[in-house]
């Protein structure tokens, strides 16, 4: 069984946190060329207003121009994920795994189908079904036929460790997303947690629900740093 290092980075600047995963990166892919053990981790964090746009995405989907960009208090960052353009904020919990596949297994498509699985382990506790839209990665809800993003996903490999990650709606500012064309999708909208069980739910619950899952789904061990 694989051992997982964890790191809850808190509320965090999201260039801040972009640093701090190159870092862990390079490391273990440093590594990786020496021919040494390599270490993975898993880091939790939510970021301020901050608006990404993946390296296969469009401006044009960001509806807002600099100076309301300030206004809104966000920031906008163009980062080499892959993926369209994504919202994160307060209330979403943010996750990172700088993973060595190679210790688990070299298939990028399976790697985001268990990232996929982990969540519908949470969702599964709230007595939500999430689902998989075809050609859309992420987890989507379907609400009597209108399916909602409650999880948007988007990761980078570099000899087969992994960046970046995904972004799961606990109780986010979804106004925020009025102002994106969320993953470069027109006909879809974005949900929350709290909003589908219709309350507020505890953040720490849920990091804790994902850490559960995260080691069933990876058959892994994780350690606190």
């Keep these: 069984m694989n051992t ?9 600047d999201f260039k801040k946190a972009w640093g701090v995963q190159e870092s862990i990166l390079n490391s273990i892919v440093s590594d990786k060329r020496c021919k040494k053990p390599t ?11 901050v608006y990404t746009l993946g390296k296969s995405g ?8 600099d100076e309301e960009l300030h206004l809104k208090n966000a920031d906008f960052y163009k980062i080499n994920r892959g993926g369209d353009i994504t919202y994160h904020g307060p209330g979403q919990l943010v996750v990172y795994p700088v993973l060595d596949l190679d210790n688990f297994f070299t298939d990028i498509h399976k790697y985001l189908r268990f990232l996929e699985n982990v969540v519908f382990n949470v969702l599964k506790e709230y007595n939500l079904t999430g689902v998989r ?11 009597g036929g ?27 500012d979804l106004d925020y997303f009025k102002n994106i064309i969320p993953c470069g999708i027109t006909d879809k909208g974005v949900t929350s947690l709290n909003l589908e069980v219709g309350c507020d739910v505890s953040f720490s619950k849920v990091e804790d629900l994902f850490r559960v899952s995260f080691e069933k789904v990876f058959n892994c061990r994780l350690v606190d740093l």
């Excluded at 999880?151 to 490999?157: D, E, L, P, S």
């Design 4 to 12: 997982v290092f964890f790191k809850n980075l808190g509320t965090i």
């Design 39 to 49: 270490k993975s981790y898993l880091l939790f964090c939510q970021h301020p207003h």
């Design 58 to 65: 469009k401006k044009e989907n960001l509806l807002l121009n």
């Design 133 to 143: 839209l075809d050609g859309s990665t992420g987890v989507w809800l379907n609400s």
């Design 146 to 172: 209108d399916f909602k993003k409650i999880c948007a996903m988007g990761v980078r490999a570099s000899r087969w460790v992994t960046m970046h990650g995904l972004a799961f709606n606990v109780m986010v």
